[in-house]
């Protein structure tokens, strides 16, 4: 099934992403996000090709709220999560920092995923139990683990509260920040071990379904800023705090939840 699903995506992304690249226009949607015609073009191809792999509800950002509630609900023996361009600004502003991301989900949790940047041709991926991989090499693929002050961060500042924004821009702990704004690959990176920590102050299901289990299956930790168990935080908006290594995630969990 995980071969399959590579497949798709990448052959999804060379016909509906790539082309339009650089050339296509964008819209706003209701709540101020961009998306353009690929996008929506890129869901509805994909949606037909993962349905004819596993033939599961599919939750995709580029739909109503209902409807994603729906076949949310609908898909507990099994349901396809995915964000059709996950950094929509990055794509249509020229930046290639953007991807396809995929996962299979059960029982509210993920149990497989893909997450595709077609400008790099990177492909990253897990099954659950099985390891997490870049293009066929184990991740992670960096091994070095720095102190908490010598570590690289990924943060998402506009989306964490003043308080904890303000700590991380005064006193941060860490040596140098980064956000690039793509959910996905953020996640990925941090389980390649090109990130040492991340934190993100609050994510759709789209953004974390495929890139928490690629960090995890890499032997990441992750937890949410109130509680342990990260997918006890709310569904549509979860926030992440994550690391590689077990002993510098403890430290970075500490660090924030003590400056909230």
């Given amino acids: 099934m995980l071969t399959a699903v590579i497949a798709a995506v990448k052959a999804v992304a060379q016909q ?62 099994g349901l396809w999560c995915m964000d059709p361009i996950d950094g929509t600004s990055n794509f249509v502003n020229g930046l290639p920092y953007f991807s396809v991301s995929v996962a299979l989900m059960r029982q509210g949790r993920s149990v497989l995923g893909a997450v595709y940047n077609p400008v790099a041709d990177e492909m990253f991926y897990a099954e659950k139990g099985a ?36 700590a991380i821009c005064s006193a941060r702990p860490f040596s140098s920040q980064r ?7 953020e996640w990925c990176y941090t ?37 342990d168990d ?3 935080a709310p569904l549509w908006q979860r926030p992440a705090i994550a690391a590689l290594d077990a002993d510098l995630f403890a430290q970075w969990r500490d660090w924030v939840r003590s400056h909230r």
């Fill in 16 to 77: 509906e992403i790539l082309p339009r690249y650089l050339k296509v226009a964008r819209q706003r949607k209701a709540d101020g996000s961009l998306f353009t015609e690929a996008d929506i073009a890129t869901q509805e191809v994909l949606s037909r090709e993962l349905c004819r792999i596993f033939p599961g509800p599919v939750v995709g950002e580029e739909m109503t709220e209902q409807e994603q509630t729906d076949r949310w609900q609908a898909g507990d023996a």
């Fill in 131 to 166: 390891g997490a991989y870049l293009n066929g090499e184990r991740l992670p693929i960096k091994e070095h683990v720095p102190t908490l002050r010598g570590a690289m961060a990924n943060v998402d500042l506009k989306r964490l509260d003043r308080k904890l924004a303000e």
């Fill in 179 to 185: 956000n690039y704004g793509s959910c996905s690959l």
């Fill in 191 to 227: 389980a390649a071990g090109r990130f040492d920590l991340y934190l993100h102050g609050g994510q759709k299901l789209w953004d974390y379904a495929a890139g928490s289990l690629i960090l995890e299956e890499a032997g990441g930790h992750m937890c949410d800023l109130d509680q």
């Fill in 230 to 232: 990260f997918w006890a």
